[in-house]
């Protein structure tokens, strides 16, 4: 399929011992062996912070390990049920220490976050060294799911955009319609 860079994502797998972590290493070596070519992105869960799990990521070496915060720290019980926001950046931050040469997350908005969440959640990440940000509107997946408290303009995405650069993002994507593998390629290849 000459596919030029992927990105590779699952369902959380808390059921299995090793969280999933060992079909994750075995899909980056099959995809290495099959197109060696391919850079690849892996957007991970946070296997509960076991650093073992961690380390098979690690060892897979993807160009690019991606875990989303998706939400402020004050969100975060209400928006992820079992995610912890301050494990989320021990995850980044371990990946990172450990080798992983560029580091992704990203962040939805409309929940009810205010700006000033937002940009502390960008210092947050920054801190954890990760390289890159992706910043799109939430949307209601179906009524079950939380309700959009508001729709963000244009221009606060722009802004949002612009503070991240001066931050020290490698590369910062926000719009309506970013998703965390919304134009991946762009910042790696």
Do not use: C
């Amino acid at each position: 399929m000459n596919i030029k860079h992927a990105v590779i994502t699952s369902v959380d797998r808390d059921d299995l011992k090793d969280g999933g972590s060992i079909i994750w290493i075995e899909t980056v070596k099959a995809i290495r062996r099959m197109n060696p070519e391919t850079t690849l992105e892996t957007l991970i869960p946070d296997f509960q912070g076991n650093e073992r799990h961690l380390d098979r990521i690690v060892e897979a070496n993807p160009e690019v390990v991606s875990h989303n915060v998706e939400t402020v720290r004050r969100l975060t019980r209400e928006v992820r049920i079992q995610a912890k926001y301050d494990r989320s950046l021990e995850v980044l931050r371990y990946l990172k220490e450990k080798g992983i040469n560029r580091t992704k997350s990203g962040i939805m908005l409309g929940l009810g976050e205010t700006e000033e969440e937002v940009i502390q959640t960008m210092r947050d990440l920054r801190a954890a060294n990760v390289d890159v940000v992706t910043i799109g509107q939430y949307l209601q997946p179906s009524k079950k799911h939380l309700p959009v408290k508001e729709f963000i303009r244009p221009e606060q995405f722009e802004k949002y955009q612009k503070i991240g650069l001066e931050m020290g993002f490698r590369h910062v994507e926000s719009g309506a319609l970013v998703r965390s593998s919304y134009k991946a390629a762009k910042h790696i290849l």
